[in-house]
């Protein structure tokens, strides 16, 4: 029931953007007649219609074609996202306390839930490793793409002299597993264990 609730959620827009779409172009074709009309005025307004109702098609179209792509089944799951610091001592700590405060506060923005798996403080405020899970609709789907090395040049606070640093941590970003029931079991037929039988007796 659950994954029937999600394909019906991702469908709905769809069948609504088609259903405008038919609307729009049921009023193109009235609108089209209407353009060769004796009426001056009345062709004049059914002309800028047109244009008007063309475009609302053309915008429509360029909307639908991206929601016709096929869903991924992993994007609706939690996203488990792990930070690190990586070189650049107590500045790349910082950094990846940046970016866990930037990930935590996009995710407040979207309304998902931000549970903290692990977390290891550094000094000066920084953060060595930091593991959390991100619920919520598409939440896989837009963290996903956070995986990676990212790097920073800046001066950072530890710097007396100005001098520009370069600091990176490392985020990792994968699905959520679903729960299963596994049973493992063994079964050996008659036929097997008087297979096995036979020549031990012989022996």
Same mark, same amino acid.
């Not at 609706?76 to 990846?96: C, K, L, M, S």
């Not at 935590?104 to 060595?128: C, H, M, P, Y």
């Given at each position: %029931? @659950? ?13 609504? %953007?088609?259903?405008?779409?038919? &609307?729009? $172009? ?11 009309? #004796?009426?001056?005025? !009345? @062709? ?7 244009? +008007? ?18 869903? #991924? ?8 996202? $792990?930070?690190?610091?990586? @070189? ?5 700590? =910082?950094?990846?306390? #940046?970016?866990? &405060? !930037?990930?935590? *506060?996009? @995710?407040?923005? &979207?309304?998902? *839930? ?28 837009? %963290? ?6 990212? +790097?920073?040049? +800046? ?20 699905? $959520?597993? $679903? ?7 063994? +079964? =050996?037929?008659?036929? !097997?264990?008087?297979? *096995?039988?036979?020549?031990?007796? *012989?022996?």
């Amino acid at each position: %029931m @659950a994954a029937l609730g999600r394909e019906l959620r991702h469908l709905q827009p769809l069948v609504q %953007m088609g259903t405008r779409l038919d &609307r729009y $172009e049921q009023e193109l074709a009235e609108t089209r007649e209407l353009t060769g009309s #004796d009426d001056a005025d !009345m @062709a004049q307004e059914a002309k800028a219609e047109e244009g +008007r109702l063309q475009k609302s098609i053309d915008d429509l179209l360029v909307e639908i074609k991206p929601a016709l792509i096929p869903h #991924d089944p992993l994007d609706d799951r939690p996203a488990i996202v $792990e930070i690190r610091g990586g @070189a650049g001592g107590d500045e790349a700590a =910082i950094f990846a306390a #940046d970016l866990y &405060r !930037m990930y935590t *506060r996009f @995710a407040e923005g &979207r309304r998902w *839930r931000v549970e903290v798996i692990s977390q290891s403080d550094g000094t000066l405020g920084g953060v060595k490793e930091a593991i959390f899970k991100v619920k919520g609709e598409g939440a896989f789907g837009a %963290m996903r793409w956070e995986s990676g090395v990212h +790097r920073v040049q +800046r001066v950072p606070v530890t710097e007396s002299q100005g001098r520009i640093h370069t600091s990176a941590a490392t985020v990792a970003v994968l699905p $959520e597993a $679903e729960e299963i029931d596994l049973k493992i079991g063994t +079964r =050996i037929s008659a036929s !097997m264990c008087f297979a *096995r039988l036979v020549p031990a007796a *012989r022996a």
